[in-house]
């Protein structure tokens, strides 16, 4: 059994910092990339920022500046340091993984989206 487990989500001032962390715990043979989606109310999910396994990074122009992703290896964790944020960052943000698992006949490569978790930023 896979799951990504989330931390680091909470409320901040505008201006102010936040940090995500996600863990993809469970049997994996690899990670392709591993990244962060957020979904405001009313709205639909939109990529923040990924990291694949050759380290190429993939953001949106939105948090470009701002926001860093990074990963840790070894961990099989994935970071989002977030920096300079604005009210308009508020969102559920969810963690996402593109992974090679073993699912009992075969290997391949499955999607996995972590429970989200709130970020809210005031003005």
């Known amino acids: 059994q896979v799951q990504l487990v989330e931390s680091g989500g909470g409320l901040v001032q505008a201006g102010g910092s936040l940090r995500l962390s996600c863990a993809a715990v469970g049997t994996i043979l690899d990670i392709n990339a591993m990244g962060w989606y957020r979904q405001a109310p009313g709205q639909q999910r939109e990529l923040v920022a990924t990291?694949?396994?050759?380290?190429?990074?993939n953001d949106a122009d939105s948090v470009k500046g701002r926001f860093t992703i990074s990963r840790d290896n070894a961990k099989n964790t994935v970071y989002l340091q977030m920096n300079s944020l604005k009210p308009e960052d508020t969102a559920v943000y969810y963690c996402f993984a593109d992974l090679r698992i073993h699912n009992g006949w075969y290997t391949t490569t499955r999607a996995y989206w972590g429970q989200g978790t709130q970020v809210t930023v005031s003005s």
């Open positions: 990291i694949t396994s050759g380290s190429s990074i």
